[in-house]
């Protein structure tokens, strides 16, 4: 393995690149200035080949004699949240914040490509790194991939990392096999018949069907699942009715699901299904059930995580898996990939807030060891 070169002016490249991409963060599939900001960063590395997918971006850095194709990729997206912390650095688009460490993500790829550049002769596989829009919610990757992102050249292993506030700065996630959920977003609604509250007997009403269903969703992790298998089933929000005298007509309900088994995730649906069948005949509403988004679960590639222990020995950890979702699945559907949780909680300089949140921050620091891993990985001859 070719020792990493990573110096201080690396060191302070990405934090200049991290914080100019913190400023300006962008809704999924609108990632233009991020994208430009890539493009421009990428011109001075000079790779074989750049081309944009969509708003995501493709560099391709081809080895002398290469043994294979490694792909590792960033995500580009930011949150629809109002950044709160007052940092020199922090979100110029008003309602919006990169609150989940994409800007981090970004940075490290950007910065592995100056190192791929100055590096050319030692490498041993094809580098390519993949720019990613729409991960929170519009699952990006599959446009990407329907674009060509794992082909041109044909991809062997694709690679991904992730911030995490729950693991310890200088530490490195790393889990063979489920390591993130299965996630779907489904909306259900309810469509009942309205009348004055004082003549309910002429009614169907939609509000009281909904609250009905609530409850017996709870049944199906209760007692349609198998105990030994992990299973979320959440309605986060119900908004129906017109005032407080009218039965109510009609009801949204949004929820989702998590698993990390792709068995689970359907009896999950199907049941959600029967229920609301069970609802139509027995109340006398109508109900409708519509999927917004379904990733599957990340399942890291035992081979690759076994040897990317070996090669981050002293950084590597175990964590637990998590049910939160992740569209990096979508590459793991078409070659094997392993994707990583790099570790940013940092007690002392009080970045400890979760993902998500508008007080969400990292210290740039955690990302060195982001940018070694996919260092270390790229120039391991026997990675794939």
Same mark, same amino acid.
């Given at each position: 393995m070719n020792q990493s070169p990573i110096s201080s002016r690396t060191v302070c490249l990405l934090r200049d690149m991290r914080r100019a991409l913190h400023r300006i963060p962008e809704a999924a599939k609108a990632e233009v200035k991020t994208q430009r900001f890539i493009l421009d960063c990428l011109r001075e590395t000079g790779a074989d080949s750049v081309e944009c997918i969509g708003t995501g971006v493709k560099a391709v850095f081809l080895a002398p004699? +290469?043994?294979g194709t490694l792909c590792f990729r960033a995500d580009m997206d930011g949150l629809c949240i109002p950044e709160e912390n007052d940092a020199a650095y922090a #979100?110029? !688009? +008003?309602?919006? &914040?990169? !609150?989940c460490g994409h800007d981090g993500h970004m940075a490290v790829l950007l910065a592995f490509a100056g190192l791929l550049g100055t590096s050319r002769a030692k490498m041993v596989h094809n580098i390519v790194l993949l720019f990613q829009p729409a991960e929170? #919610? &519009?699952?990006? *990757? $599959?446009? &990407?991939? %329907?674009?060509? /992102? @794992?082909n041109g050249p044909k991809a062997d292993a694709v690679f991904g990392l992730h911030l995490m506030p729950h693991i310890k700065q200088g530490c490195i996630g790393i889990r063979a096999g489920a390591v993130m959920a !299965? /996630? #779907?977003e489904f909306d259900i609604t309810i469509y009942g018949r309205s009348t004055h509250a004082a003549l309910p007997h002429e009614s169907v009403d939609a @509000?009281? /069907? *909904? #609250?009905?269903l609530v409850v017996q969703l709870q049944g199906i992790v209760a007692r349609n699942t198998d105990p030994f298998e992990a299973c979320v089933l959440a309605v986060g929000k119900i908004a129906g009715g017109e005032a407080r005298n009218i039965v109510a007509r009609e009801v949204l309900m949004q929820g989702t699901t998590r698993s990390y088994s792709q068995a689970v995730y359907e009896n999950t649906r199907c049941r959600i $299904? !029967? @229920?609301l069948s069970g609802l139509e005949l027995g109340m006398g509403v109508t109900a409708a059930f519509t999927e917004n988004m379904y990733y599957p679960p990340v399942v890291n590639d035992e081979t690759l995580a076994f040897k990317a222990r070996v090669l981050l020995e002293e950084l590597a950890i175990e964590p637990a898996p998590l049910m939160m979702g992740e569209d990096f699945s979508f590459y793991q559907r078409e070659v094997p990939g392993l994707f990583m949780f790099l570790g940013c909680r940092?007690? %002392? $300089?009080g970045f400890v807030h979760a993902l998500h949140t508008p007080h969400f921050d990292f210290d740039e620091e955690a990302l060195v060891f982001g940018l070694e891993a996919f260092w270390r990985i790229a120039f391991c001859e026997g990675m794939v």
């Open positions: 004699e +290469p043994r #979100s110029q !688009a +008003p309602g919006f &914040m990169h !609150a929170e #919610s &519009m699952g990006g *990757a $599959k446009g &990407m991939i %329907e674009g060509g /992102a @794992l !299965a /996630a #779907s @509000l009281l /069907a *909904a #609250s009905h $299904k !029967a @229920l940092n007690e %002392e $300089k």
